[in-house]
Structure formats: C-alpha cells, structure tokens
C-alpha cells in the first residue's frame, strides 16, 4: 500500500499547515483533476518528526492510513487516497478541521450531535470490528465543514485478538494522558484490563471537559450526563463503568433532534410506514430548532438521495426545504406553507450541496431538483447559474428521455430573465414579432375625428351651389394577423352612387392562399337635416375605398430538424424590410432630343425643308453641352446669343416667302 502511482493527480496542497500533531502535518488541499474541483484534507508524515520516528513501523500515519480504509462508517473520517513520495508518507481525507478549532463556535447542541457520532462509532468498533480505538480525546476528533463530528487518529487502534501488555505499554507515552485508565498504573491489574473500558473511561474524560462550561438548560438531560461522565464513566473500578449501548439510550440523547439526526441516517432500514410517518410530521420538528442548526446539521441529510427519493418527503417536505424563506413569510407565517430557511441560511448550506447534486447524472434525482428550480434559483450568484448549473442543463436537453427533456427546457425558461436568452439558447437574435396594440397618440387621432363628425352632423346645409368638403377619416389601423406583421396591407373603399350604399365586403380565395377583399362591414351614413330648397343629393362625408389586395410576404424559416438551442441560424428579417418610399423616388432622365429627317419629294426630287430643322449644328452640337454644363458661367452673353437668334430667325423669313 502506498505508491508513488497511488498519488492523485491534480491536488493542489496549501503551504500553510492547518494543524502541527505529533506524527504529520495537517493541510488543506484542492483536487482540480475532476469536472468540479472537491477539497481535502491531507496528512503529510515527515522523517524528522522525533514522535514518529520513536513510534517505529509501521509510521503512525501509515497505520491511520490503513485502519481508515478498513474501517467503513458515517461516524469516521472518510479515507480517500494514501501514497508514499520519497521519505515522506501522505494521507487525503474528506475536509475535515480538529475539533479543538470549532469548538468554541460549538453549541450545546451540535456538541451533543457531535458527541452522539463518536459514541456511535465507539460501538461500531466494538462490536463490529472487535476493536478499540485507545486514544478518545478532543485531538482525535475532526470536524467537517457541515458540522458534523468524525472518529480520526486511528494509529493505536488494536484489535481485541492482538490487544497484550506489551502492546498497552508501547502506545502509553504517545496517548493522551488525562484519558488513560486508572488501572493502567496498577500493575497487578494489567493483565486483567478490558480494551473496552479504556475506551469508556477516555470518553467520560472527554465529556467532562467539552460540556464543563455549557449550561443546563440548553438540551435535556445535560445536568444529568454531566454527573453520568464524571462519575460512573470515569469510575476507578472497570466493572461499574456503563456499557456504551446504555449510555446512548441516556434522554441527552434520545430528545427530539437527535433522533431525528438518527433516523436520518439509518433511513436505508426502515420500512414504508416509518417514512410515511416520520415525514409526515418532519417539518412540524424541524421549525422548532434554530434553522442555522438545522441547516448546518441536517441540510445535507435532508437532501440525501434516499431523502429525494422518497414519496411522502417529495409532497410533504421537499418543497419547504427548496423553497427559501422570504421576508413576508417572516412575518406571515401561516399554515406551514413559508420555507424552512430564510435565503442567507439557504446560501451558506444548502447551495454548496445542491451545486454538487447539479453534477449528479441521476434521472430522478434531476428531475426533483428542476421541479424546485424557480424557488431557489435566485438563491445563486450569476456565475454559477452560467457556469455550473446552465452547462448541466444544456446537456439534460440532449438526452433521450422526453419527459427530462421537457423539464429541463422549463427549467431555462426561469434562467432567460436572469442570464438573458443569448446566455441562455446562444447565437444572434433579431426582432421578428413586433407590437400590433394600437398607441396613445392612434388612439387620440380616432377620438378626434369622430368629434369632428359630430360637429358636422350639426352644420345646417347652406345653398344648393355650396360645396360641401369631402372630409377624410382615418380609421384606426387593423391589428396584423398572427404570422404577417411584417406585412402591409394597402385597402380603401369605394362608395358606389349608383347603388347609393356599400359594396359588399365578401372573402374571396385564390389558389396561392391570398386575400382579395375583407368581410362585409356594415353600411354607414351621416344623415343631415335638409331644408326646403336645398340639394337633396349630397355625397357622403366619409368617403372609403375597397381593400384590393392583401399580400402577405412569406418569412422562409428553416428545417424544424435543423434547429438548436444553441447552434440555430438567425432567421434574415431586419435588412428584407420593404423600402415604402422606392416608387416616390424622383427619377430625372436625360432629355430627348427629337430630329426631324429631310423630306423628299419624289415629283421633282427637290429637298424640302422644315422650319423645325433650322441651326441643326446648333441644336445637335450646342444644345447638348448646354444640358451638360448647366447655364453656364458667364450670364453677360446672353445678350449676343439673342443676336444670333435675330439673325436666325431672318434666314428662316426669307426662304418663307420664296
């Protein structure tokens, strides 16, 4: 055991010890080789500690190392990896800080959850592996950053069968002395000592120094266990010390919380009825403890696999725990139906684990989480939203299952308000729909003109040789139809004198899907009073024309199997806008110059010409570097180009009158 090829790639170690022990150096490291980097705790044994080097071989740590990976318990801290690198030896475990660190921020009752687990890894020693663990003392107690006490330092740990004398007397000098036994000095007694009241006298010790400053009314019982440690588990005599198994059955342990704790933990072994019950009255429990101590004990018990998938839990308290108290549940708690933590508690337990569960490949265990969603999703900062959760749900959206597949595009719905839809579905984006409601100042326009009808409907009609003005009505504009709001649809109505009402509005169809006209409206008249003598024939105030046509343009969208929520192409609608102001665009041609030929007589051969064609080189050269130059520069000659006009117009009188 213990190769250089053991070693974890990726571990990035912190320089700074956390604890100097005997045997090792205690760090903190980071492990950055996985998808999501995890941290640890690592043990470094150095040569030159004299301990270490006294204690012999195999070194104190490479023994923790091995009792850590054979001995299996919620209880101990959790080994992960142990390799040798030239001289010096190393140990990684799950993070964990000592005890003597936390205990000053300890309650009393985390103290006596904590206290709880090593009793309770105390008797999985016993009882199942047939070993003591010979040294229970604050320093072989290691807290995790969820709050939870683990049974470390597993260096004298011995076997009932390999338990002597001998043995006893090599580890003495290294042990904690406060909790070594009293029968250990007398030596007529050495060969009777039972490695199980060693452990029971070590763990009277260490009640007795870490509840002496608690108070009695803080968890129940605690004046009791008090004098239970100090006087029966630290008797002199090995045969009146309690058993282990009696000792947790003591009502410091057995009140609410901690059987709560227990039941957690050992839910794997109990049956459907226990849950239903258990759950059933959970959360009810649960509101009666400070919510810091529930979080930080039971939140990641609470969000156990075991938890998540359980009937009963999923209806009756998962959606308390997912859902983060806000600040009128505070104050408006009624009916249970508020959240079990208020957001800043949310924040420091539960997003930690949950961010780990995102990365959890498991079906039901995804499909819980994004059921809850949008109750807790505020409760991350952007950049795990983007970082962490965003990438596990894009990748929930390629699996097969369809029913993950709909949960999960439900679940980026929520993430659109916060990260925006290009963080969310990716590429450009362009604006396809637009606001057919009719607007403030439309809307004035329409109240204008039905005012301005009625005051014409009160206008008497003057003299039949009036005039009476056509006014116009702008109608308010009709709302596109659903899928043509890029379209523009061109319609007027005429008013037919012959028939003297309405023209139908029918609906026509045509084979490629176009409308020609609209359905019929209903035919309306403005009747004015008038008086004798006057023209009866009056045209109607409001004048309309026939809708024509209506030409919806078609928006060429592409192959449904090409779409993606991240690679789709953006559909071209800005730049194909129709340009309304192409036919108003003033179009100035060249001028045509008109030549009118020779005419020729066939009776007698002789050219006759036309007034039109005289100064030909005039109008054929002159003419046209006139329209190319403007007027030219110099205005004074057009006094001599009148001359040449006079000149001009004398040759033409001439040949006149021949």
């Not at 700074?16 to 903190?28: G, M, R």
């Not at 409760?379 to 699996?399: H, Y």
């Amino acid at each position: 055991m213990g190769n250089e090829k053991s070693a974890l790639s990726g571990l990035d170690i912190d320089e700074k010890a956390v604890e100097i022990a005997d045997f090792w150096l205690h760090h903190s490291a980071t492990l950055t080789s996985t998808a999501s980097s995890q941290s640890l705790s690592v043990f470094i044994s150095e040569p030159s500690l004299h301990s270490a080097a006294n204690f012999g071989k195999p070194s104190p740590l490479e023994k923790t190392a091995k009792n850590l990976m054979l001995h299996r318990h919620p209880c101990i801290l959790k080994y992960v990896s142990s390799w040798k690198k030239g001289s010096s030896y190393y140990l990684s475990t799950e993070e964990a800080k000592p005890l003597s660190q936390c205990i000053g921020n300890q309650t009393t009752l985390q103290i006596c959850i904590g206290l709880h687990s090593i009793l309770r890894a105390l008797i999985f020693l016993h009882d199942n592996a047939l070993a003591s663990h010979n040294n229970i003392c604050s320093s072989s107690i290691y807290v995790t950053p969820e709050g939870s006490w683990k049974l470390g330092c597993f260096e004298f740990l011995c076997r009932f069968s390999d338990f002597n004398q001998a043995y006893l007397k090599k580890i003495k000098t290294f042990r904690y002395e406060k909790a070594i036994a009293p029968e250990e000095s007398n030596d007529s007694l050495v060969s009777q000592i039972n490695p199980i009241s060693i452990d029971i006298f070590a763990f009277g010790v260490l009640v007795e120094e870490i509840l002496r400053p608690k108070n009695t009314d803080d968890v129940p019982g605690l004046l009791e266990f008090k004098e239970l440690a100090r006087q029966q588990l630290q008797n002199q005599d090995p045969e009146l010390r309690p058993k282990l198994n009696d000792i947790i059955k003591h009502a410091f342990f057995t009140h609410d919380f901690i059987n709560i704790h227990a039941f957690l933990i050992e839910l794997p072994l109990k049956n459907q009825l226990e849950k239903e019950e258990f759950f059933s009255s959970l959360l009810n429990q649960l509101k009666k403890f400070p919510e810091k101590i529930v979080a930080e004990q039971l939140g990641r018990l609470l969000l156990s696999r075991m938890v998540l998938l359980d009937s009963t839990a999923q209806s009756k308290l998962l959606p308390y725990v997912l859902k983060p108290k806000t600040e009128d549940d505070n104050d408006h708690d009624v009916d249970n139906e508020s959240g079990l933590f208020t957001i800043s508690t949310f924040k420091s337990y539960l997003v930690p684990k949950l961010l780990q569960m995102f990365c959890v490949r498991d079906t039901c265990v995804r499909l819980i989480l994004l059921a809850h969603l949008n109750s807790y999703i505020y409760a991350f900062q952007i950049d795990e939203l983007k970082k962490k959760i965003l990438p596990e749900l894009l990748v929930g959206i390629k699996d097969h299952d369809d029913h993950l597949v709909s949960i999960t595009l439900r679940a980026l719905s929520d993430l659109v308000p916060i990260l925006g839809a290009t963080a969310v579905i990716g590429g450009k984006r362009g604006k396809l729909f637009t606001d057919g409601r009719p607007n403030h100042d439309q809307t004035r326009r329409d109240v204008c003109s039905i005012k301005k009808i009625n005051e014409l409907k009160s206008i008497d009609v003057k003299a039949s040789d009036d005039i009476v003005e056509e006014s116009i009505l702008e109608l308010p504009e009709r709302p596109s139809p659903d899928g043509g709001e890029d379209d523009m649809i061109q319609a007027t109505v005429n008013y037919s004198e012959e028939e003297g009402t309405w023209s139908d509005w029918e609906v026509h169809e045509i084979p490629n899907g176009e409308i020609t006209s609209l359905k019929s409206i209903k035919e309306t008249y403005i009747e004015t009073e008038i008086s004798p003598g006057k023209v009866n024939n009056i045209p109607p105030i409001i004048s309309l024309n026939k809708y024509d046509k209506i030409n919806y343009k078609k928006n060429i969208i592409a192959d449904i199997n090409e779409l993606d929520i991240k690679h789709s192409k953006p559909i071209q609608s800005a730049k194909e806008e129709v340009d309304f102001f192409t036919d108003m665009e003033p179009v100035i041609e060249k001028p045509r110059i008109l030549h009118v030929d020779n005419v020729h007589d066939n009776s007698n051969d002789k050219i006759n010409k036309s007034v039109f064609d005289f100064k030909e080189n005039l109008i054929d050269n002159e003419a046209e570097d006139y329209y190319d130059n403007g007027w030219g520069d110099d205005l004074n000659d057009w006094g001599n180009d009148n001359k040449d006009n006079n000149n001009v117009l004398d040759e033409l009188n001439e040949q006149s009158a021949i």
